[in-house]
């Protein structure tokens, strides 16, 4: 048995076939690919965009005869909404690159 990383490697021999199988247990004390703050980062990441998509839904009209443009091209749904997005993706992206 050969230790690697946490994990315990255990190669066996099948006679009949002449195939190696290798298997993999994980110890009770192995580390976990992302730490406490990497997660913190992922749910901030995913609340903001979709706060940028709640804030970016609606615009329908309250009367089919009347044409409102502020209702649809308003400032929160054309910049706000899309800079919240972007910032929720950028803040993902962080948040999988940052060692623990």
Do not use: C
């Amino acid at each position: 048995m050969a230790k690697e990383k946490g994990y315990t490697k255990r190669v066996d021999s099948n006679s009949a076939s002449g195939q190696k199988q290798t298997s993999y247990n994980q110890n009770s004390g192995a580390d976990l690919l992302f730490g406490r703050n990497n997660y913190k980062f992922i749910i901030i990441g995913i609340g903001l965009i979709f706060l940028g998509m709640v804030l970016m839904s609606g615009g329908h009209m309250p009367s089919p005869d009347v044409w409102d443009e502020s209702l649809i091209y308003s400032a929160r749904r054309i910049t706000v909404a899309p800079i919240l997005i972007l910032a929720g993706l950028l803040v993902n992206v962080y948040a999988i690159f940052v060692k623990k």
